[in-house]
């Protein structure tokens, strides 16, 4: 799930990570010169030299998180296209290698072991050795790729700042959600960016859009769930489902893009819903208050990991492991220098199959290591 970069808080985090590295810059080649200007001192250049690639991040945002049958892990990034980890090395697939663009935002894996890619340019299929592109001139609904599922069927539904849409592998078909009543703020002009769609244990497919809240077909009707039914925020973005059938929702602040920065406070968060209705007649959601930044924060990342642990991203404050009584907080990281600059902005969560718990944030690629969140650069440490 991708955070609708660049928003006001991301705009400033990037300005603010561009200045920290223009600092850097300057004070390096201020260094070099000094140093060159001294035959003697040799330690000194050495200790101003570029740093090792290796140590470079994988990108700035990784923003999708995928583990293929094959065990290789994939990374969408903003502006690095997708990088793939074997075990062993990094590689990536990217303009140069026929994506249409650099920014890689979902990813899923068909039947036979294709990789379907959501890129902010089309749909790509990639089958090992070859990329094939989809845009809008092939009947895609739009080229913002913002969402993918492939259903139990094999069908590829395909998420987009605009439409949904249906791919059979030949042909692209519109699938038009329905809008829900709901009083739109003035500033508010994203609600038709689809960032999520999900299928349930029960074949039923949830939609999620920033603004309209969200949306279950059950392959006849739809059935609406807003802030009156229960959710902190009608600006969803994620939605996932656990072991014992409730879903999982988690929200954007609707304020957050007020003009006026002083106005930018409000509900968001953490909601669970158990599926059931109230004697009232609204839907059973819970929201969780008392734990900090789960109710006036925002969630973009949710992953229920095979023992049923539900971990939760949120925005500043770190990741949340729900184990079906309490909650944990992993906050603790060896990299406070790019937390400080991008603010905890978790993208997206994956545990793969051998156990680590994947972290995609704004300011790179991080894993979670014993109690410490620690980032993975191009270099590793990947164990």
């Known amino acids: 799930m991708l955070a609708p970069y660049p928003n006001t808080f991301a705009r400033k985090k990037m300005n603010k990570a561009k200045l920290y590295l223009s600092a850097c810059i300057m004070v390096f080649a201020v260094a070099l010169l000094f140093s060159c200007g001294s035959p003697s001192n040799s330690k000194a250049a050495e200790a101003n030299r570029p ?52 920014t890689v935002v979902a990813i899923a894996e068909d039947k036979v072991g294709n990789l379907w890619f959501g890129i902010h340019g089309g749909l790509a299929k990639y089958d090992g050795k070859t990329v094939t592109n989809y845009t809008t001139k092939d009947g895609l609904c739009n080229d913002r790729v913002s969402q993918l599922l492939i259903d139990k069927s094999g069908t590829i539904w395909v998420g987009t700042w605009g ?28 609600m038709n960016w689809v960032t999520e769609i999900m299928e349930d244990s029960q074949g039923n497919i949830w939609f999620g859009r920033d603004g309209y809240g969200a949306c279950k077909w059950d392959g006849k009707l739809f059935t609406h769930y807003t802030k009156k039914d229960g959710l902190l925020s009608n600006n969803v973005q994620v939605i996932r489902e656990d072991k014992q059938g409730n879903l999982w929702f988690g929200c ?14 409000g509900a968001g968060g953490l909601s669970r819903f158990d599926g ?80 680590t718990l994947w972290i995609g944030l704004s300011g790179g690629l991080f894993r979670l290591d014993g109690e410490v969140i620690r980032n993975v650069a191009r270099g590793g440490p990947w164990e």
Not at 252 to 265: A, I
Not at 288 to 298: H, K, M, R, V, Y
Not at 337 to 346: E, K, L, Q, R
């Open 276 to 355: 059931k209705t109230l004697p009232t007649g609204q839907a059973g959601f819970t929201q969780f208050p008392e734990i900090a930044g789960l109710s006036t924060n925002e969630t973009y990342a949710i992953h229920v990991d095979e023992a049923g642990n539900v971990w939760i991203g949120t925005n500043k404050f770190g990741v949340y492991k729900y184990d079906g009584k309490g909650f944990t907080l992993y906050k603790e990281t060896d990299r406070k220098d790019i937390v400080s600059i991008f603010g905890y902005g978790v993208q997206h969560l994956l545990k793969d199959s051998k156990g």
């Open 163 to 190: 439409k949904v849409c249906r791919f059979d592998g030949i042909m692209f078909t519109d699938f038009e959600l329905p809008t829900p009543d709901i009083e739109l703020q003035s500033y508010q002009s994203t």
């Open 51 to 102: 740093p090792d690639p290796n140590s470079q991040q994988i990108a700035d945002y990784v923003v999708e998180i995928h583990e293929d049958k094959k065990g290789n892990l994939w990374f969408g990034t903003v502006g690095e296209g997708v990088a793939r980890y074997d075990g062993k090395t990094l590689t990536y697939l990217n303009v140069d290698s026929g994506l249409v663009d650099n």
């Open 252 to 265: 954007r602040v609707t304020e957050n893009d007020h003009p006026d920065s002083d106005k930018r406070k």
